[in-house]
T-cell receptor
Framework: KQEVTQIPAALSVPEGENLVLNCSFT??????LQWFRQDPGKGLTSLLL?????REQTSGRLNASLDKSSGRSTLYIAASQPGDSATYLC??????????FGTGTRLTIIP | GAGVSQSPRYKVAKRGQDVALRCDPI?????LFWYQQALGQGPEFLTY????????KSGLPSDRFFAERPEGSVSTLKIQRTQQEDSAVYLC???????????FGSGTRLTVV
């Protein structure tokens, strides 16, 4: 069974700082890993999708890395802004395509 | 459509009432998933369709939960005789296939009173 863990559970940083969110998974036989953002009371917005053959993906101020062998992914957010405040979830497909999610990191950017 | 559409956005049901939640996936997406998200938790898998075939329903918590996708597009998640523990956000996602990643809807927040 695939287990996904995210550390820290919550993080507060001043605006403008760079930060790293961590995701670890137990079964390294994954096709890809996807990072999502969830605003309170809303659905999930896809941020980045990293295929198993890739080591990183970038979108604007976001950079995600993937190390399959160690079962880890990181999401790096540069020059954080108050609008980045949200819960960030990582997820990996397990079995016949169903996603296993971490419990998320609740990020607060302090103006 | 441009995204995954779910309705209703909010649903309040009296305990024992039946509810039906609708998901309209991105046009052409073969795979469709339902997830349940309790407050403060990550989404938990409920069931998965490939076209009209329900390939995995191992996450459905009880036989009160039933999902269908009769024509391989729109899907309905039905909950019979709702209980308080069914209160959660129900998320729908669709995909071309796992290589392409998943697109989620905004969810339906179900509150059973």
């Amino acid at each position: 069974k695939q287990e996904v863990t995210q550390i820290p559970a919550a993080l507060s940083v001043p605006e403008g700082e760079n930060l790293v969110l961590n995701c670890s998974f137990t079964d390294s036989a994954i096709y890809n890993l996807q990072w999502f953002r969830q605003d309170p009371g809303k659905g999930l917005t896809s941020l980045l999708l990293i295929q198993s053959s890739q080591r990183e993906q970038t979108s604007g101020r976001l950079n995600a890395s993937l190390d399959k062998s160690s079962g880890r992914s990181t999401l790096y957010i540069a020059a954080s802004q108050p609008g980045d405040s949200a819960t960030y979830l990582c997820a990996v497909p397990f079995g016949n395509e169903k996603l296993t999610f971490g419990t998320g990191t609740r990020l607060t950017i302090i103006p | 459509g441009a995204g995954v559409s779910q309705s209703p956005r909010y649903k309040v049901a009296k305990r024992g009432q039946d509810v039906a939640l609708r998901c309209d996936p991105i046009s052409g997406h073969v795979s469709l998933f339902w997830y349940q998200q309790a407050l403060g938790q990550g989404p938990e898998f409920l069931t998965y369709f490939q076209n009209e075939a329900q390939l995995d329903k191992s996450g459905l918590p009880s036989d009160r939960f039933f999902a269908e996708r009769p024509e391989g597009s729109v899907s309905t998640l039905k909950i019979q005789r709702t209980q308080q523990e069914d209160s959660a956000v129900y998320l729908c996602a669709s995909s071309w296939g796992q290589v392409y990643g998943y697109t989620f809807g905004s969810g339906t927040r179900l509150t059973v009173v």
